[in-house]
């Protein structure tokens, strides 16, 4: 088994353990990225934090965030072999997936690595630094991974990089389900 093969193989399994959670995550963090005060939001805070299942939940969180960044440089490292972007819609919608994933992916990974770097460091600053001798940092941690502050279009970003876990985890589970998967990776 080469190098390639190795990454493509931890790159599938984990994305599958984890497409589910970070899929959650990532759609709540879209609807948080627009601070409101409505019901919708709690509940969607509740869910980004902790599944709403507590401290299990918590760590099923932190986990899910610690193997997206494992996934986002794995993938670009699968990728940086064809270095390709688009998405063929006359080949099926297998091919559709497959190409989505990739193109979402590619287009994607700097927001998302942030989100999920950001998203490990506020709980690394919160556990490590519970006097706040470090508020700049805390604050940025804050602010980069909520785009607190930020202007409306970088929200719009911040949006789109979240749901792009939805987009990753779905297409992720479709590629690689079912036999014909191989019929979608071209030669």
Known sequence: MNVRESVLITHRWLGLTSSIVLSIVG???AVM?????????RVSSRLHDSLAMGPLGWWIVMIATGLAVILQLGG???W????TIGVHTRQG???IAFDLHHSVGVLGVVIMLTLAVTGIGRVVMRELDPSRRHPFLR???IRLHSADGF????KVLYTLGSAGFLVQGATGIVMWSK???RKCIPP
């Open 76 to 78: 670009v490292w699968l």
């Open 179 to 181: 036999p014909s998967r």
């Open 80 to 83: 940086w072999q064809r270095k």
């Open 151 to 154: 202007p409306a279009p970088i």
């Open 33 to 41: 990225t627009w601070r409101t005060h409505s019901f919708v939001h």
């Open 93 to 95: 919608w297998r091919r």
């Open 139 to 141: 604050s940025a941690m």
């Open 27 to 29: 759609v709540t963090g």
